[in-house]
């Protein structure tokens, strides 16, 4: 383990304690004890059939109290739960996350639904978290590209279905002046886009994670390559190198993991059919040392640089800045 300095390690993204696409997740709260130096999170909870939002955000809370030493911050994904019921659980430590595919799942929500929800929340402006692929776009290209192997994820999911999305999501963000974060950017167009957009939304935020910055799409091809399916894919060696330019140019407001660690029995039970693979990789556990060895000691970025990523910027989005790191 390296040297933390006094970085406190704050992971925006992470899903733990809750079932997604029908798994438990292999991560519970109390396994976030065992990542040094770890200060805070911002877990998801998602509304599911059988619980309201407001009941499975308490039993998560209570959850998270029991169980984990550090800060949690909740994005809150309401399915059933409209605005009115919403407004009486938002709260300093939430906000909101929405998705702008995963149709079978139930998560998919139109932009023309995000701007209503925009729209009606114009009082409090709740920060908005957006998963951004086009689904329309990944519906084309997965219909020309049939999932035989892994590497097929890739071309499913193709940079051009990020940058689709991602550019309609800041249109509405400038057109309603709305906080929006956008999560796990992988795509450089889609960085450009964003740092661009701005100039016109000083509320807009973004992040990327580690394995698009240290990682291409040929863990896609390789031994146990369905391992490393998540959403967006790998991307190739160019838009990675690209990705950490656009670090060091200060694009990024934070680096976050989108932990979401499935059992490897979860994850080899269907192998050889790559579509019916858990999509989501660990990440947490290695947050820091893969960005200190990848980044600072190649000399990408400063070891403040990494700080800010990690540990300063993201615990100011958790709103535990100006609390604790004073
Ligand atoms: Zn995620």
Request: glycine share 6%; charged share 25%.
């Amino acid at each position: 383990m390296q040297q933390h300095r006094n970085a406190a390690l704050h992971d925006f993204h992470v899903h733990v304690g809750e079932r997604i696409a029908g798994y438990q997740l292999r991560d519970g709260f109390a396994d976030l004890n065992r990542v040094p130096g770890l200060a805070g999170i911002g877990a998801f909870v998602t509304e599911e059939a059988e619980h309201s939002l407001a009941t499975k955000l308490q039993s998560m809370r209570q959850d998270a109290a029991a169980n984990f030493a550090g800060k949690v911050f909740w994005h809150l994904t309401p399915l059933q739960t409209g605005i009115e019921e919403l407004r009486q659980i938002l709260a300093p430590d939430t906000d909101l996350k929405f998705y702008t595919t995963y149709k079978a799942a139930g998560l998919y929500r139109s932009y023309e639904e995000l701007e209503r929800w925009m729209l009606e929340l114009s009082d409090l402006k709740p920060r908005m978290l957006v998963h951004c692929e086009d689904n329309e776009t990944i519906e084309e290209y997965s219909g020309k590209n049939p999932f035989h192997s892994p590497h097929d994820h890739c071309l499913r999911r193709p940079e051009i279905a990020e940058n689709k999305a991602v550019e309609k999501v800041l249109d509405l963000a400038i057109k309603h002046l709305y906080p929006v974060h956008i999560v796990h950017v992988s795509s450089p167009r889609s960085a450009l886009l964003i740092h661009e957009a701005r100039n016109h939304n000083p509320f807009i935020t973004c992040e990327t994670a580690p394995h698009y910055l240290l990682c291409n799409e040929e863990r896609l091809t390789g031994k146990d390559a369905h391992r490393w399916i998540c959403s967006p894919p790998f991307r190739s060696e160019k838009s990675r190198g690209e990705l950490v330019e656009l670090l060091q140019d200060g694009c990024f407001d934070i680096i976050a993991t989108d932990h979401c660690a499935f059992s490897l029995e979860d994850k080899d039970r269907y192998k050889d059919v790559p579509e019916r693979v858990p999509c989501g990789i660990a990440g947490l556990g290695c947050l820091w040392d893969s960005l200190y060895d990848g980044l600072v000691k190649t000399g990408k970025i400063s070891l403040d640089s990494l700080i800010s990523l990690v540990s300063l910027t993201p615990a100011r989005l958790m709103n535990q800045y100006d609390k604790e790191m004073c």
